[in-house]
Antibody, heavy 121, light 106 residues
């Protein structure tokens, strides 16, 4: 079955860029929308944005000025870049798949295990 | 911006029915879904498109959505259902999550 795995640095300095990659295994990245979602320690979920396998994107307006999501279909991966980070960006970052194939159903049926990113000098 | 409001906590006795609400302006005009998250684990989708259950989700989980409120109902609640539950909807091209509800089974 399809599995997602996040990877990237667990510690980022303030004002620098957070970079994460999600690798899709057990299935193709094609045909689906792929999202990044984060969860600060002890708090709720926040959607960061999504990318369609074709490359079109949509971001949370609250983060849009700092976020870039890209896709590499040849590697079955998609990536997140969040620049100018502060301590408020400290969170568990999840990648997730929208369950609709060739359509957006706005429900995430597959999630990665999550990766903790701490912003600190 | 659109907001979804959930009660911070709900308690239920084993075997009883738990109801968790999610409120938002004209939420019934949108699709709502629900996630279960246990400590240290990733969220799991338990209801999508208001009332549909993904494969593998027990029948005791059900959902409804009307007016301004979506509701997740767990019938015959078991100890294993103790978790945080999040509702989620889509508004103005943006995914929105509720603040989460901690379900305690005692």
């Amino acid at each position: 079955q399809v599995q997602l795995q996040e990877s990237g640095p667990g510690l980022v300095k303030p004002s620098e860029t957070l970079s994460l990659t999600c690798t899709v295994s057990g299935g193709s990245i094609s045909g689906y929308y792929w999202s990044w979602i984060r969860q600060p320690p002890g708090k709720g979920l926040e959607w960061i944005g999504y990318i369609y396998y074709s490359g079109s994107t949509n971001y949370n307006p609250s983060l849009k000025s700092r976020v870039t999501i890209s896709v590499d279909t040849s590697k079955n991966q998609f990536s997140l870049k969040l620049n100018s980070v502060t301590a408020a960006d400290t969170a568990v970052y999840y990648c997730a798949r929208d369950m609709g194939k060739y359509q957006l159903l706005n429900a995430f049926d597959i999630w990665g295990q999550g990766t903790m990113v701490t912003v600190s000098s | 911006s659109y907001e979804l409001t959930q009660p911070p906590s709900v308690s239920v006795s084993p075997g009883q029915t738990a109801s968790i609400t999610c409120s938002g302006d004209k939420l019934g005009d949108k699709y709502a879904c629900w996630y279960q998250q246990k400590p240290g684990q990733s969220p799991v989708l338990v209801i999508y498109q208001d009332r549909k259950r993904p494969s593998g989700i027990p029948e005791r989980f059900s959902g409804s959505n009307s007016g301004n409120t979506a509701t997740l109902t767990i019938s015959g609640t078991q100890a294993m259902d103790e978790a945080d539950y999040y509702c989620q909807a889509w508004d103005s091209r943006r995914v929105v999550f509720g603040g989460g509800t901690k379900l305690t089974v005692l």
